[in-house]
């Protein structure tokens, strides 16, 4: 029956805890308001029929409600919505209340991206990994404008403010990927402002989680990237293409030309760009490494420095990869001026 | 109520005054006239104009929608395009819709009056009308916002759009908005016939009181809320933008606190349309005429305490979120006794099946559906899935859509003889009806499974598995177009060469009826005595004409 009405719904997975029950008000509420819509239809419908005109001076009887069938009219509803309202408060505050047990992530959002840090390590970006089966409490804030936090499958939402904190938990039920939505819109990357939360095993969450502070402790220490990070051995532009869509470079860098919240990647390689500050660079080798490290340092002229560091977040061998990609990105025609201005800024930095 | 001396005086031979229409015909009798019935018929052109070019935004959305991904438009022209699509339909038409055209047109008539208490005040809330609209198009033409109509902080005080000269527009909308809430106010109290005392007073009335009641308290807060975002804007005042020690939550408290109002703005005159009509229509007095009355005036006031229901999410206490909840199902009560009793009107009647009273039917069941959808939105825990899914979406298209452009076009037919005293093709009436209530149910319903699937509003791209419902929807969209240029079409004609319809085709016995059709500028020669509740048919003659000299 769950199954059933759920499909009938378009009502997606239940994969949290408070899934099911919320949907089970979402049957009863639903099916309340078809059966009165269709009743009060039904209704008007008989009437009309059965007390159709029959002629045009027809008279008719001057009728008024008895007192009693006034206070139906209140009562029945009432006592309905009441209902509602305390099974769905119920309900609502025990999503709002994270136990005390809960693990903690941090979440930043800013356009158009999700950032998550693990108190005790590593972070990430897009990508929220959680064991199966253990409370979630996500402490969120935005660095700009209002987002919100939203997975259809956990049947939670939460508004992510600039300028202070909300907090939403959960408890993933199996391991999945269940995909983050940004529920409040945010301009113009709104709808691509997608993320990803991995439910794993415990124990794999385990392995991963201490695999990346590994990680986090060789890069530091300047040692060797460990073998975990190292993008495996193959073609560096593949690599590199993929290591741009899983950092979410392609949500403000176009790769065909078009203009976008930052300069083009097309034809970027030795392109003589003009700073805005006046000086002119050639987009070297460095120059794409030092934007990556340090985004804020030499902007592009006509370009918002809204770019967030990436240092420490790709890996040497990664930064290579992306480098040889952009690199690749050549068009046929002869291009030598400089970027032209972005497709959309913010009024100001933040 | 002295009517019906009427058509004996006509026939004893004194010459029927001219019509309103007829009283001057150049252009500045339009433009400087001081008549109520000539402000509600420019305004009906204005707010008729301002639905097309909605209309045509929203058609332009659909089309997009058809592919989930870029299609058409780029990402800054589809946001563009929703944000004005809201603020044409909310503040263009919706507001102004039915009570500045037909409240106009039809309350003093009802009334027993010969014009508003401020005629000159009247004609200049449809120059500051006009104002604001110039202005807000001039801010579309010049690049528009892409905000959103809802103008959340600190994204609209932020992006390079041109915010501005909307958010100025608006504002002046809202003046526009607040003189013809007065104007009706102390019309009401001043200027009813002798004999007419409250209780006596047309349901339509009633409803068009309330409305004005709205907004004259709640306006100003919109116009000091937008005049603070602007103030930001232009001047970096730190109100709402936490970058500067802004609050941007406060914003949102603001704005609800007239925008909930505001959405009984749109929706009590439609109620009161309803009132009307579905009497007229069954010919039987109202059911529970006390109760239908009181309760416009409850959600009037009820209404400015549930704003907080559109803030679960956004970080709310807990506290806060349960007492707006429970407030919210209070709104929803008053919503259901007028259900309950325009349902009880047909018990008895005599039921004509004409095209008005198909928008009756179908603003019945959208109001119903509409309307518990909105309680099960304010049901705290299922908000939070819901709470920005296109789940809302459709829920408040079936009120604004469903219930205020049904009443409107139920007005629009019940009051085209009264108004321009010609008939309309009937059969054509019927299709377009037909084609509208079909194509909104198409448009919408896909959309509340859109929502249950966790479809978030104002995307413009979206996951391939949502394609199949947006598709439907947009194909529903082209039906409900097509039922309203149907309605443009017959009702052009009807206006050139329709036939000249009677004083009272329907058989009416709505105060608006006791004078000719169209009336005379001065409305009545004598001013009436009210005697009798309106739509009282126990007896079967229709109200006749006063007589006009």
Same mark, same amino acid.
């Given at each position: 029956m769950n199954e059933l009405l759920r499909r009938l719904l378009f009502l997606p997975d239940q994969a949290s805890t408070f899934a099911r029950d919320v949907d089970q008000l979402h049957f009863f509420v639903i099916l309340t308001t078809f059966v009165m819509s269709t009743a009060v239809g039904m209704t008007a419908v008989f009437f009309f029929i059965r007390y159709r005109?029959?002629?045009?001076?027809?008279?008719?009887?001057?009728?008024?409600?008895?007192?009693?069938?006034?206070?139906?009219?209140?009562?029945?509803?009432?006592?309905?919505?009441?209902?509602?309202?305390?099974?769905?408060?119920?309900?609502?505050?025990r999503q709002q209340t994270p136990p005390s047990d809960s693990m903690d992530v941090y979440v930043m959002a800013k356009k158009w991206m999700w950032k998550f840090a693990y108190p005790d390590g590593p972070n990430a970006i897009n990508v929220l990994r959680v064991p199966a089966g253990r409370n979630v409490r996500l402490l969120m804030t935005s660095r700009d404008v209002i987002h919100s936090f939203y997975v259809p499958e956990?049947?939670?939402k939460k508004d992510v403010l600039p300028g202070r904190y909300t907090d939403q938990w959960f408890n993933a039920?199996?391991?999945?990927?269940?995909?983050?939505?940004?529920?409040?819109?945010?301009?113009?990357?709104?709808?691509?402002?997608?993320?990803?939360?991995?439910?794993?095993?415990?124990?794999?969450?385990?392995?991963?989680?201490?695999?990346?502070?590994?990680?986090?402790?060789?890069?530091?220490?300047g040692a060797p990237t460990s073998i975990d990070f190292a993008?495996?051995?193959?073609?560096?532009?593949?690599?590199?293409k993929r290591i741009a869509a899983e950092q979410g470079c392609f949500k403000c860098h176009s790769t065909d030309g078009t203009r976008h919240i930052g300069p083009t990647w097309l034809d970027l390689y030795h392109r003589r760009e003009k700073l805005n500050d006046g000086k002119l660079i050639d987009a070297d080798e460095a120059y794409l490494t030092r934007s990556m490290m340090d985004p804020a340092l030499e902007v592009v002229d006509g370009f918002q420095p809204v770019m967030p560091s990436f240092e420490g977040r790709v890996s040497g061998p990664e930064v290579a990869a992306l480098v040889e990609y952009i690199k690749s990105l050549q068009s046929d025609a002869v291009r030598t001026g400089p970027s032209e201005g972005p497709a959309y800024a913010p009024v100001r930095n933040r | 109520m002295r009517l019906s001396e009427t058509d004996s005086a006509r026939l004893a031979g004194s010459p029927p005054a001219p019509s309103y229409l007829e009283d001057g015909t150049t252009l500045m009798s339009w433009l400087n006239t001081r008549d109520h019935k000539r402000v509600g018929v420019m305004f009906l052109v204005a707010v008729? !104009?301002?639905? %097309? /070019?909605?209309? &045509?935004?929203?058609?332009?959305?659909?089309?997009?929608?058809?592919?989930?991904?870029?299609?058409?438009?780029?990402?800054?022209?589809y946001?563009?395009?929703?944000?004005?699509?809201?603020? !044409?339909?909310? %503040? /263009?038409?919706? &507001?102004p819709a039915i009570p500045s055209a037909f409240g106009n047109f039809v309350l003093p008539l009802m009334i027993g009056a010969r014009d508003v208490a401020f005629p000159r005040l009247n004609l200049a809330s449809f120059y500051l009308y006009l104002a604001g609209a110039a202005i807000a198009i001039y801010g579309m033409v010049h690049g528009g916002a892409d905000t959103g109509w809802t103008f959340y902080t600190p994204y609209s005080s932020t992006t390079p759009t041109q915010v501005l000269p909307i958010l100025l527009g608006v504002f002046i909308l809202g003046f526009s908005s607040i003189v013809t809430g007065l104007n009706f106010i102390v019309t009401v109290h001043t200027l009813r016939a002798p004999g007419l005392n409250w209780m006596k007073m047309p349901l339509f009335v009633w409803g068009i009181y309330a409305t004005s009641i709205i907004q004259v308290l709640a306006t100003p807060v919109l116009g000091i809320t937008v005049l603070i975002v602007s103030v930001e804007r232009f001047a970096g005042f730190g109100m709402f933008d936490p970058a500067r020690g802004g609050d941007p939550v406060l914003f949102q408290h603001m704005f609800w606190f007239y925008s909930h109002p505001a959405v009984y703005i749109m929706v009590l005159p439609a109620m009161g349309v309803i009132s009307e009509t579905v009497c007229a229509f069954a010919r039987k007095n109202p059911f529970g005429y006390k109760a239908i009355a009181m309760s416009s005036i409850g959600i009037a006031f009820v209404g400015f305490f549930t704003w907080g229901h559109h803030l679960f999410v956004a970080g709310q206490s807990t506290f806060d979120a349960g007492a707006f909840g429970i407030l919210s199902m209070l709104v929803g009560i008053f919503t259901a006794i007028k259900i309950f009793n325009w349902v009880g009107t047909m018990y008895r009647g005599a039921i004509a099946f004409k095209t008005p009273f198909a928008y009756i039917c179908g603003f019945l069941y959208f109001l119903v559906f509409g309307g518990m959808t909105g309680v099960a939105l304010a049901t705290t825990s299922l908000d939070i899935h819901w709470h920005d899914t296109y789940f809302v979406v459709a829920h408040f298209h079936f009120i604004m859509v469903g219930a205020s452009v049904m009443a409107f076009l139920a007005a629009l037919h019940y009051w085209f003889p009264k108004m321009f005293g010609k008939t309309y093709h009937e059969g054509w009436g019927l299709v377009a009806a037909s084609l509208i209530i079909l194509g909104f149910?198409?448009?919408?319903?896909?959309?509340?499974?859109?929502?249950?699937?966790?479809m978030p509003r104002r995307y413009y791209q979206y996951p391939e598995h949502f394609?199949?419902?947006?598709?439907?929807?947009?194909?529903?969209?082209t039906l409900l177009g097509f039922g309203f240029v149907i309605i443009l079409i017959y009702l052009a004609i009807a206006l050139r060469w329709g036939q000249r319809s009677e004083q009272n085709p329907w058989g009416s016995k709505g105060f608006e009826w006791m004078t000719a059709s169209p009336p005379p500028t001065h409305n009545f020669d004598e001013i009436p005595t009210i005697t009798q509740m309106p739509h009282d048919y126990r007896t079967h003659e229709p109200p006749g004409v006063i007589r006009v000299t």
């Open positions: 005109r029959r002629s045009e001076t027809q008279t008719t009887p001057h009728i008024e409600p008895p007192a009693w069938m006034e206070a139906l009219f209140v009562t029945v509803p009432l006592s309905f919505f009441l209902l509602w309202f305390f099974m769905g408060f119920s309900e609502f505050v956990f049947r939670i039920l199996e391991p999945g990927r269940y995909q983050i939505l940004c529920a409040e819109y945010c301009g113009a990357g709104h709808s691509i402002m997608r993320g990803e939360v991995i439910v794993m095993k415990p124990q794999d969450y385990e392995d991963w989680l201490a695999s990346a502070k590994r990680g986090l402790a060789s890069r530091q220490d993008p495996p051995i193959g073609n560096l532009i593949e690599q590199g | 008729i !104009v301002s639905f %097309f /070019l909605g209309g &045509i935004f929203a058609l332009s959305l659909r089309m997009k929608l058809l592919q989930p991904g870029p299609f058409l438009m780029d990402a800054l022209g946001n563009r395009l929703f944000t004005l699509h809201g603020v !044409v339909m909310i %503040f /263009l038409f919706l &507001i149910n198409a448009t919408f319903v896909p959309q509340f499974l859109l929502g249950n699937y966790g394609q199949a419902l947006n598709v439907a929807s947009t194909a529903g969209s």
